[in-house]
């Protein structure tokens, strides 16, 4: 079945610094992938998304590219901020659009110091 | 404001106690989930229903229930509840109108536990 991996937390970094957190998949076809952030006690907000390969979603100063050839879709931000601190979730669903849900990483706590 | 709504925000149970968690959305969705969110799990999928009238299961949907009253309500129902049923659990609902993706919008969560 579909799965998503992404990096173990808690990432802590210095304010100003540069993010990565990766994110790789196993699915058929070409699934859409997904960002999510969730901040302290609250839902789940969509950050970014893509559809297809090559394709790159932003938002807010991340960005994260669909590449079909290493199944990964890394967020990236150039310089964080204290509050960018949240949990960041990597997903997708199922490639044609079905309705049976979003399959979801585990989640990966960052920690922005001043 | 449109979205997801969840209620209760926090409920604590006894073990062996019932309840329902309500859900609704006002974006004339199709389709509506249920997941819970456990440390280091991530979220995990326990009911979905693809449209009106029509329910089935997702990955972990032992202990409970659900019921698709309306196109704007899906609740999720514990029928005996057990303290490995302790977690947040989040309710969403997925456009299905073009273009791809289709969005999801997620409810700010009930957190549940059982003692």
């Known amino acids: 079945g579909d799965s998503v991996t992404q990096m173990e937390g808690p990432v802590t970094l210095s304010e100003e610094a540069f993010l990565t957190i990766n994110c790789t998949y196993t699915?058929?076809?070409?699934?859409?992938l997904f960002w999510y952030v969730q901040y302290p006690g609250e839902g789940l907000q969509l950050l970014l998304k893509a559809t297809k390969a090559d394709d790159k979603g932003s938002n807010k100063g991340f960005e994260a590219t669909y590449r079909k050839e290493t199944t990964s879709f890394h967020l990236e931000k150039g310089s964080v901020q204290v509050s960018d601190s949240a949990v960041y979730f990597c997903a997708l669903s199922r490639a044609g659009g079905g309705a049976d849900g979003l399959t979801f990483g585990k989640g990966t706590h960052l920690i922005i110091q001043p | 404001n449109a979205g997801v709504t969840q209620t209760p925000k926090f409920q604590v149970l006894k073990t062996g106690q019932s309840m329902t968690l309500q859900c609704a959305q006002d974006m004339n969705h199709n389709s509506m989930y249920w997941y819970r969110q456990d440390p280091g799990m991530g979220l995990r999928l326990i009911y979905y229903s693809a449209s009106e009238g029509t329910t089935d299961k997702g990955e972990v949907p032992n202990g409970y229930n659900v019921s698709r009253l309306n196109k704007r309500e899906f609740s999720l129902r514990l029928e005996s509840a057990a303290p490995s049923q302790t977690s947040v659990y989040f309710c969403?609902?997925?456009?299905?109108?073009?273009?791809?993706?289709?969005?999801?919008?997620f409810g700010s969560g009930t957190r549940l536990t059982v003692v």
């Open positions: 969403a609902s997925r456009s299905s109108g073009p273009p791809l993706p289709y969005g999801y919008t």
């Open positions: 699915a058929t076809g070409y699934p859409s």
